[in-house]
């Protein structure tokens, strides 16, 4: 391995500035020994190539993993003891790479903050690690290991009584901590209350019987506890979260604890609520519940689980263990009616203790517990409310929440979990996703917002497992055709390049090829994906099926999507990328992808997602059964165009979870000839007159007001493409309108649209350009 | 009565005949290369652009290939 890896570039971890300096070292690989010594003194990176020095032990081959100073490890999956090593490598270190036989993780100082957040120990950490090691586990590893983990636990954050405090037994620490400016200036100090170093001082907070391994007697403990002293500090609400990110390891290094111990909680209302008994929790469910609930109390955290692997039965036994107010948030209002409908599903809850809080359907919350469903929208909100909603809002304000529940934590941006976070008062978060990626890195953000990640289950596990479907993924190559290809390359087209390799008539056929395939030989159910409106409409017009948009009124949707359910006649449904996320679709079992929003990993992720929920009998999907592969997912890409890049990063998410694509070139089959639209030459000329006169907006990217992982788009990039705006009707009429008595009243235009006369519409263009 | 050019034939998929042909009418009229196109697949060119051709064609693939970074 040593050899093999020594090209191979570093992990990301290091600071960014090194980046250049890594190219270089790729490059010369010839003067490893020679020239690269240097490099190796300056940052200390050398070692990491040079794996001669590793100490192998003399019964390797029973161990499973390699451990390497960089902190990266590698895991072999064949060996007897991976479950076990998996288990525990999960907990401590980040998974970078998890193709079938060969795991790679890398340890993080926030991935051993979670470690130690769930409860393992430092030593414990070095103990495990260097049992399952074939080598002997380097000293910079040891050494991270003890400085990333030795200030755990010395601090805690405490809610209470809707009030936060800065707790810990150690005064010095808090002094430490008090010295740093932000923590300072978001102190609240309480007056009367202050003792001779200015902390509250409680005596009854004692960590009950936690060193004394339940020997002591009940007096003696009780003793015990009396004598520990806690001091606190109280600090404002709103500064909560800058000061935990001072706290983090990068910064001060006092990592927060942040427990609700809700069994003790005496002061909020219990809500009476029980899984039911037919609710089974797999392994890896219950296994993420046992590190949120470790120690009898519950942690803020993360849990990863593919979409499909029934996240929202862990909410719901999440909230049903903890037993107090919950607070749910979805992305929508379809998922919010969805996880108001599993909350009855797999609970015990009475109907009128749990109520939804959309836009729609404003159900007032009564009695004194309860679980509450709405968007991150309806909380985040800044703007005016009616008099209703500005009720129900005040109580999720003013109310002391048992469990924060997030789902889809990937898409909310920063700042409205900022706000969210803010507003509600909360003792424990539970954050659920499927895809912990994003392209704006925002995912870091993540871990003083909620809390460290807790638990990620592998998918190649659960397909193996059976617990999802088997997805065999393929890329389809569709050449060009000729005509679209040179007005592709034509520099004058360059804002239409999308629309024409999206539009290529090769690529077309290819979908209706296998939309045909798929409903007529296997009975199957189809997704197509379009992120370009323009497509979407073209497509679903010409192939005769339902679609749904961003615009599509909530009424036709679910009108839609009952009869791709449980109708024989839709098997096809066009989705632009509202389908993307929550919108549950168990019947499907195929998707076809026509485009994309650019290079999104976690775009892909998400849409692969929704057809891994498992179907069919568990012996035919398992290896070597009748259906090995039960779902398919086609991502159809035009070659030679700016797709083939987006179409390979796309696939890196799911390459790194270990899925791997197959290319198909050779789609629609040659024979297949005038069965298939666009045969002709003149239908595709006129295809290609059709996307060429079609305006720039049109042919543009659907925008949908929560999508914030924008970043990933290139920079030539439409703003807004609508319906409406194909159909011409595109508000235009209206925003010149008024723009123009702007104009003429205060000479300064105040609208998001572009004012390029050369864009205007041209009946407009003879009264204002 | 019978000319002989000299150049270059080339052979190649439709989309790459189209880039070429892209390439060269993006030239001044002085340094326009291809002599004849002979069908969607087959050009007939000057003979000293080939190492142009092939850089350029490398360059826009690269574009359009993806590399992980790391």
Redesign the interface.
Known sequence: MGHGEKGRPHKKHKSSAKEEQRSTFVEDDDGYFGDEVDDDLRDGEGKKRDFSKLELKPDHANRPLWACADGRIFLETFSPLYKQAYDFLIAIAEPVCRPESMHEYNLTPHSLYAAVSVGLETETIIAVLNKLSKTKLPKEMIDFIHGSTANYGKVKLVLKKNRYFVESPFPEVLKNLLKDEVISRARITSEGLQGNDGFTISKSMGEMGNSHDGLLNEAELAAAAEEKETHSFEIDPSQVENVKQRCLPNALNYPMLEEYDFRNDTVNPDLDMELKPQAQPRPYQEKSLSKMFGNGRARSGIIVLPCGAGKSLVGVSAASRIKKSCLCLATNAVSVDQWAFQFKLWSTIREDQICRFTSDSKERFRGNAGVVVTTYNMVAFGGKRSEESEKIIEEIRNREWGLLLMDEVHVVPAHMFRKVISITKSHCKLGLTATLVREDERITDLNFLIGPKLYEANWLDLVKGGFIANVQCAEVWCPMTKEFFAEYLKKENSKKKQALYVMNPNKFRACEFLIRFHEQQRGDKIIVFADNLFALTEYAMKLRKPMIYGATSHVERTKILEAFKTSRDVNTIFLSKVGDNSIDIPEANVIIQISSHAGSRRQEAQRLGRILRAKGKLQDRMAGGKEEYNAFFYSLVSTDTQEMYYSTKRQQFLIDQGYSFKVITSLPPPDSGPDLSYHRLEDQLSLLSKVLSAGDDAVGLEQLEEDADDIALHKGRRSMGSMSAMSGANGMVYMEYRTGRKLAGQGQIKSNKPKDPAKRHFLFKRRYG | MVNATKGLFISC???????I??MNA?LPQSQKFIIQVLD?THLFVQPNVAEMIRSAVAE??D????E?P?
């Open positions: 998929d439709i989309p790459m005949a189209q880039f042909i892209n993006a969607s826009f693939r574009q359009n290939s993806y992980k790391n």
